[in-house]
Nanobody
């Protein structure tokens, strides 16, 4: 059974940095890991995805140049390094995964079958 466990998050002032990680268990072959975020009353949006098999990364325009998704030091863990954070980045961040390769064209939450519980990121001005 696939399980995802997020860690990290917290509060930071605008311009600061945070790192959140997603430990994935249950996959043995190619899979795609994504980070999504949601604020109350708004639709969930994708931030970034990482293809474990081929290293492909895809970013939402809103985070390009500020966020980096990559393998973390721990095995089967994918991290999202968030720099130059803005108040509008405040959200509940959730990681998700699906078997197979990531789409290179878009980040679509309907592609993802397994989800973590989420971790809160708060950026104050």
């Amino acid at each position: 059974q696939v399980q995802l466990l997020e860690s990290g998050g917290g509060s930071v002032q605008a311009g600061g940095s945070l790192r959140i990680s997603c430990a994935v268990s249950g996959y043995t072959l190619a899979y795609c890991v994504g980070w999504f975020r949601q604020t109350p009353g708004k639709e969930r949006g994708g931030a970034a995805v990482f293809d474990v098999a081929n290293g492909l990364t895809v970013y939402a325009d809103s985070v390009k140049g500020r966020f980096t998704i990559s393998p973390d030091k721990a095995p089967d863990t994918v991290a999202l390094q968030m720099n130059n954070l803005k108040p509008e980045d405040t959200a509940m961040y959730s990681c998700a995964a699906h078997a197979g390769y990531c789409s290179s064209e878009q980040i679509d939450d309907t592609d993802f079958h397994y989800w973590g519980q989420g971790t809160q990121v708060t950026v104050s001005s």
